[in-house]
């Protein structure tokens, strides 16, 4: 009986001892993790500051092509905004041993007004640097508002495989009108104005509002089509009704119509047509703190597709 009672306090402790041993591994993995991360995340971090301090000394070297990008939809609140890309565009334009400017711009569009007031900058920066030579090089896309931006250069390049144009103005919505109606539903709206409730999604069309946004739309392609005549003048050699149209072109059509003036990539333009092949952007860096969301982001992203496909490649 005593062996008995002995076995099995000897079995409690032994178990006991390895919960309590089982529990101090799980808690030096758990630490170990933790600092994995962290040092992952400063890795980032310091990644992320470091060519904050590298543009000024690149800035003071020799002949180069200063170059600014335009990458991604081009809003206030994007990448892409005027502020950035004018404070980019300024600095290039000042840089010393900057002998011309070169757009990479891989956009869909945007913000007609953003578009505006880049077209406007780089307006007067020509005027102010008249021998300044500024080219825009399309990656996969400079339509819309990117190809506004673009009509300012001296020349527009692209790829043949790139979509340009699409020099018009969309507005979009919806309309659930019929939607509340079948759901039951009561809408109430309380405005001053007559019109301040126009194009409401949730009432039936208004033919007298709609012919109102029609005219506004009108009036800011007519702008946009102004500012690409100004900037391509007797290049454009295709229909103008076709042009103007809101169609979007392969840079190789767009050779043929007097969009773009040569399919080259941005290293030719620069060597070839600037004439200084070393290249140096200009476009003021991102917050840290986006990027290192940006890049944590991604790498969560790409961690999580090879932890439910793990034989998959990029």
Request: proline share 5%; glycine share 10%; no cysteine.
């Amino acid at each position: 009986m005593q062996d008995d009672e002995s076995w099995a306090r000897d079995s409690l402790r032994d178990i006991a001892l390895e919960g309590v041993r089982e529990r101090r591994r799980a808690r030096r993995w758990g630490i170990f993790f933790k600092l994995l991360i962290l040092s992952y995340l400063f890795a980032l971090l310091f990644f992320s500051i470091r060519p904050l301090s590298g543009l000024g000394e690149q800035q003071a070297t020799g002949p180069h092509t200063a170059v600014v990008t335009v990458d991604g939809p081009i809003m206030a609140d994007s990448p892409a905004s005027a502020e950035r890309v004018i404070a980019g565009l300024r600095r290039a334009f000042e840089a010393p041993g900057a002998r011309g400017v070169l757009l990479e711009i891989n956009s869909p569009g945007g913000s007609p007004v953003e578009s505006s007031r880049i077209y406007q900058a780089i307006t007067r920066l020509r005027d102010a640097h008249p021998t300044m030579p500024l080219h825009a090089v399309a990656g996969d896309s400079m339509a819309s508002g990117a190809y506004y931006i673009a009509a300012a250069a001296d020349g527009i390049h692209a790829d043949g495989a790139s979509v340009v144009g699409s020099i018009g103005v969309i507005s979009r919505g919806f309309g659930f009108s019929d939607a509340i109606a079948r759901l039951g539903i009561e809408r109430r709206v309380y405005a001053a104005g007559a019109n301040k409730n126009s194009l409401d999604p949730f009432a039936p069309p208004d033919d007298e509002s709609e012919r109102h946004l029609q005219t506004m739309l009108d009036d800011i392609h007519a702008q946009f089509i102004a500012a690409v005549r100004s900037g391509r003048g007797d290049k454009l050699t295709g229909n103008n009704e076709a042009l103007f149209s809101g169609r979007m072109w392969t840079g190789r059509q767009g050779l043929e119509l007097g969009l773009v003036d040569s399919l080259a990539s941005p290293a030719v333009v620069a060597e070839e047509v600037i004439g200084a092949g070393r290249r140096i952007d200009y476009t003021p860096p991102r917050k840290w703190l986006d990027r290192v969301i940006e890049r944590v982001g991604g790498a969560a992203a790409r961690a999580m597709v090879d932890w439910q496909h793990p034989g998959w490649t990029r």
